[in-house]
């Protein structure tokens, strides 16, 4: 529905993925809604927010799911994220950190 910009102000900008709504916006001047502030920009200069790619991963993962990256005969579900190991694990393998004194410090993602 939206895309996430970052205004030099580092509010962000919701962009309406229409056509229409993006030529309006090509060179304008833009009113941050947090801040009050104006900017006269253009749309192509302004960078992606931070947050954009987490979200739109976020609801990528929520929506088609995604595989656990460990090693299992069949094919598993991952249902978190493990910052540490930097992968998408199944709730076997959240069992298994939590078992091992090694891991149990991991940081943990629900996704």
């Not at 959240?94 to 629900?110: A, G, N, T």
Request: proline content about 4%.
């Amino acid at each position: 529905v939206e895309d996430l910009k970052c205004l030099p102000c580092l509010h962000s900008l919701a962009l309406c993925e229409k056509v229409e709504c993006r030529e309006k916006i090509l060179h304008r001047r833009v009113s941050c809604q947090i801040c009050q502030e104006v900017f006269s920009l253009y749309l192509e200069d302004l960078p992606n927010h931070p947050f954009a790619l987490r979200r739109a991963l976020s609801n990528r993962l929520r929506n088609e799911g995604v595989d656990c990256q460990e090693e299992h005969e069949e094919r598993r579900s991952a249902i978190t994220f493990c910052s540490n190991c930097d992968a998408f694990i199944c709730q076997e393998c959240v069992d298994h950190h939590k078992s091992r004194k090694l891991l149990r410090k991991h940081e943990m993602k629900p996704l």
